[in-house]
């Protein structure tokens, strides 16, 4: 089945943009910034770089040491460690299903030279494909979460209509680039049978691009399968259409599900992120340049092994560093020590000439709060200041990861909006200098009229859909609200609103039997 | 009178350092960071640098451009006027009290030459004294709201009381290194004689340094006069003890009220704050570039009178960006493009070798909400990544500064100090890579109890005093409070266990007889 039968020739005409030059001008709504949406962002500002090359020499070699001397361990997947042999690995068998392996210093680094730098997400509304690495940037909501948290601190467990429902989020902001993958645990849903409800949801109420499952290698080739069905096989022979995003079990061991997970996306050409999920004290040094030479160490050995299985395939490095709160033990989010390592990454992967997948929304707070957004700006300005070029968790992000929130799904999406503005940088010409804005009526005289503000105004500034700007009488009259009773509104009207893109009902069709017949293939399981 | 008397031999042992050692380990308590207190900032990231040569030389041209051809208004100062006239300027008489100045290209920038890049201001617990320009940077609370915001939203007008209570939180935290100056306007007090207590206030409630009055020359003179019966006048001849902070007309006016204050501090050796307030299409170019250029013009105007005054005078080249809701007309604040703009002051203030006031915890919000700090972090991160030397606004800051609110200034006071974890820097050494963290337990295992993390979880991560890191299960046994609940409790404990350091009783009767004397001597006035 070719593609061109499901997309719509929309190529240039994206439907947020059109959406935007329906409505009415700028001084009617809030929150419609057309001239800021694209299917991804260019980044316009430099990349801030905190170390310099003797520091950063330091940690790559601090990596080669990891991988020379302590090694990394394998699990469960003979025919990883058998590639990993043959690549030149110093191989240890430690168990029956268990092998250390040793690196020459360098030898991985190789190994990953032949990443592409820059890849193609392809997505089902081609106007929506993203680019990944260079100086693209895309924001894509949180992922992992088994809760959902209300506004007033109860918890719950997801189920697929959460899922569902942050999908239509996700599709109905112009912030967000991606759809993400389990955006949350749909809890009601027997986990072998889970990431086929989950895939089908991406593709039913989403036409951004999406990543695949990664439990268990079967369910990635399913994933894989159902993305056959959508764009056809030729198009999943030749793009990207999915990505698995893995994790190593750190410190130091990639286990086996995960690994025939990475083989399994290379196999197909699709790509795969690989992260190192580190909480500084517990699983990688308290101090952050270890933290950092060991997430390099990790996430390398992963991309490694998707180019031995298929040279070329699409892969990016990644880093999820966290702190801990030493007195209970219990990680933190959103810290200043782990924005620094961020920033670090950024450095690390130009280096080494890899997309990178770095930090996010971050926050403890079990709330919508000051402290929610405090600890997530913190964690964000780091994420898009080191470059990065796929920042998961962008969205809905509260609890340390363990819950989801509608609220803060929308004020995350809302602050990507911001980060838009901010990307675009600062722009230095005659235009933009406007002396003629300050000829027109001289010293003391304002400037609301002059033909410098008339040309410029509705596109000067980045307008938030939820920030509250009004003088305090008026916010007063209003009801006073606050930031979380706004968001509330605003999820549930864009959910009201929402409509789902068109998919061709063949393919609809098609999906659904293979998910039917999949389902029917095996007793629920659980766990 | 010899500044010995008054001040206690603790130069090396500041109060919070004593406390910090009191306390017991790191264990028992939320929120004490010893390591990271500081009299001021020491900044070990490198600045944030948004634009390249060409475009900062543009910003300079244009800027050099607005002070040849459309030239500075002064009003209601003759002397300023005639020492302008020598130093090179063209005068121009537009009416009895008014005129118009233009300056050869270069020359403002030429007088500035004699400010110092670096200098000292003195307080009165030697301990903190805080430098000022280069790589040292401190936090000062907000300044000039008239009005209170309580948590539910009620606004009222402020007091001396509350002037006094912000002082004591100031003056409680280790992360504000400065005591400010109108940290809010107390208006139960004569506009004639608020300048009396406000100053009275700082010296009685902090030993840190201060900001004196700048709302009229004599003003500013008693200002001094009190600053010289608490150090002495050796001391105040000798040193900048007292600094006053000054806003242009904008656009490109300076009225008569504060070229005198300037000149009156400037004569007395003081330090000088020169602020353009640029609310963006309203008394500036709506484009960002713009804003930089007409910021440096004018800012750079009030340098130069300190110059002209008496060369050598500490001043502060300054910048305030902000934006507008142009559908609404009100201004709003912790936007991304003044970030932006802010990024690009602080490159421009060190190509002029001037310190920096810019940017602060900006918020249009009326609560202590997510909003009030996704901007203010948004707003504080470019202040401190710009290189900025003085840091107002640090706390306290709501309602686009119409208020202050007593939980924002708690919850900005936090995010400085994580910001003091921040400046710091990422360390690379054989210690902070921990390769012995790794190989102690190897591939697998984790580094809780490893003598790596022993010897460093005291002091590698910041602990927020405010923040809520709990799990969601003892979150919810403990009340589920929110950010601003703990903020209010914080404040009022604060508040309740403050002790105000000790002030020699001869000063402080010399004080009081002072400001009765002057108080005698005029009659009330209410504007």
Sequence with gaps: MADTDIMAPEAGKPTRRTRGTRRPARSAAHGHNPWLEVPYITRKVPTYDLLDEESLVRIEEAADTILAEIGIEFRDD????????????TVTKLGDATWNIRFDRGLIRALCATAPPRFTQVARNRARSVEIGGDAMIFVPSYGSPFMLEPNGDRRYATLNDFQTLIKLAQSTPWLHHSGGTICEPTDIPVNKRHLDMVYSHVKYSDHAFLGSITAPERAADSIEMCRILFGSD?????????????????????GVTTRGIRTYAEAGQGSIHLPFLLGGAVTPVTMAGSCAQSLAESMVGVALTQLTKPGAPAILAAFLSSLDLRSGSPTFGTPEPALGSLVMGQLARRINLPL??????????LPDAQSMSQSVMSMMAAVQCGANFILHSAGYLDGLLSMSYEKFVLDSDLCGALHAYLKGLEVSDETLGLDALREGGPGAHMFGTQHTLRHYEHAYYDSALDDYRPWETWDEG?????????????????ASYEAPPLDDAIDEELLAFIAKRKESMEDAWH
Tied chains: 1, 2.
């Design 357 to 366: 997948r770095c930090s996010g929304n971050f926050s403890t707070s079990k």
């Design 78 to 89: 003979p025919v990883t460690v058998e590639m990993f042999r043959k690549a030149g690995g």
């Design 479 to 495: 009801g006073r609200g606050d930031a979380m009773s706004r968001a509330t509104t605003r999820w549930q009207q864009t959910i």
């Design 235 to 255: 198009v999943v022979d030749q793009n990207c259409v999915i990505m698995g995003n893995f994790n190593s079990t750190s410190p130091l061991v990639w286990d």
